[in-house]
């Protein structure tokens, strides 16, 4: 829970350093949301397939993960 909080305060604290800065250069603010945003989408099917890998291996980590903690609760 520890580790989420930070990546979340982290991610949060570089975007709005990111705005300002926009900000600061001159940017509308209208667009800077849509245009910091912009960078995260995921348009090539090479992409898409590497990040469905990359979800598919943490969702498989996390059930083998489970199960063994459960196999050694039932264990003991």
Same mark, same amino acid.
């Not at 979340?8 to 001159?26: R, Y």
């Not at 990040?51 to 459960?70: D, E, P, R, T």
């Given at each position: ?15 709005? #350093?990111? %705005?300002?800065?926009?900000? *600061? @250069?001159? /940017?509308?603010?209208? &667009? +800077?949301? =849509?245009?910091?945003? !912009? ?8 992409? #898409?397939? %590497?990040?469905?890998?990359? *979800? @598919?291996? /943490?969702?498989?980590? &996390? +059930?083998? =993960?489970?199960?063994? !903690? ?7």
């Amino acid at each position: 829970m520890k580790t989420i909080f930070v990546m979340l305060l982290l991610s949060s604290s570089m975007f709005t #350093l990111i %705005i300002f800065l926009d900000l *600061a @250069l001159g /940017f509308s603010p209208h &667009g +800077i949301i =849509g245009k910091q945003l !912009k960078a995260f989408r995921v348009t090539e099917q090479t992409e #898409l397939v %590497i990040l469905m890998l990359f *979800a @598919l291996y /943490f969702v498989i980590k &996390g +059930i083998s =993960g489970f199960i063994k !903690k459960k196999q050694q609760e039932n264990a003991q």
